[in-house]
């Protein structure tokens, strides 16, 4: 029976269990792409801003999401970011228990969007929102480009 075609009783629903292979391979885009060279060659983040409403964003973005103008204008983001909301976990991703986890969502003064990594804090308590922040990044010949090069954020 065709996909399209109307089933008029119900003895006529079939159904089976199978799968279908997939195979794909994600890209970061243009504007990715190049966050992931900065921060792999120079161990820095990469914004672009909008030529037209001035907004910058990170990670690097190659449309405004206000304008949807292109963005050709980059700049490194050199200052150090703040901790804008955070959470401790003590379970894995099975349910288990295990050593507490604090992530945080890392924003930078004047840029819209963030990063959200891990913190290299011992204690949750120590934690404040408006924290000052800096990131702890792999050996530079260890870099590969992903947010995976940055070990986690530690106190600035």
Same mark, same amino acid.
């Given at each position: 029976?065709?996909?399209?075609? #109307?089933?008029?009783?119900?003895?006529?629903?079939? +159904?089976?269990?199978?799968?279908?292979?997939?195979?794909? +391979?994600?890209?970061?885009?243009?504007?990715?792409?190049?966050?992931?060279?900065?921060?792999? #060659?120079?161990?820095?983040?990469?914004?672009?801003?909008?030529? #037209?409403?001035?907004?910058?964003?990170? =990670?690097?973005?190659?449309?405004? =999401?206000?304008?949807?103008?292109?963005?050709?204008?980059?700049?490194?983001?050199?200052?150090?970011?703040?901790?804008?909301?955070?959470?401790?976990?003590?379970?894995?991703?099975?349910?288990?228990?295990?050593? =507490?986890?604090?992530?945080?969502?890392?924003?930078?003064?004047?840029?819209?969007? /963030?990063?959200? +990594?891990?913190?290299?804090?011992?204690?949750? /308590?120590?934690?404040?929102?408006?924290?000052?922040?800096?990131?702890?990044? #792999?050996?530079?010949?260890?870099?590969?480009?992903?947010?995976?090069?940055?070990?986690?954020?530690?106190?600035?």
């Amino acid at each position: 029976m065709p996909i399209l075609e #109307k089933i008029s009783q119900l003895s006529q629903a079939r +159904h089976w269990t199978d799968s279908i292979p997939l195979e794909f +391979h994600y890209t970061a885009g243009v504007a990715g792409e190049e966050f992931r060279r900065e921060l792999k #060659k120079n161990g820095r983040f990469l914004a672009s801003k909008c030529a #037209k409403c001035k907004s910058s964003y990170v =990670p690097a973005r190659m449309f405004c =999401p206000t304008c949807f103008i292109e963005m050709k204008e980059t700049r490194t983001i050199e200052e150090a970011g703040y901790v804008y909301s955070y959470t401790t976990v003590n379970r894995n991703r099975t349910g288990d228990p295990s050593e =507490p986890v604090t992530i945080a969502l890392i924003r930078f003064e004047g840029v819209k969007g /963030g990063i959200v +990594h891990k913190l290299n804090i011992n204690e949750s /308590g120590r934690v404040t929102f408006g924290m000052k922040v800096v990131p702890m990044l #792999k050996d530079m010949a260890e870099r590969t480009g992903a947010l995976t090069d940055i070990l986690a954020f530690k106190a600035a």
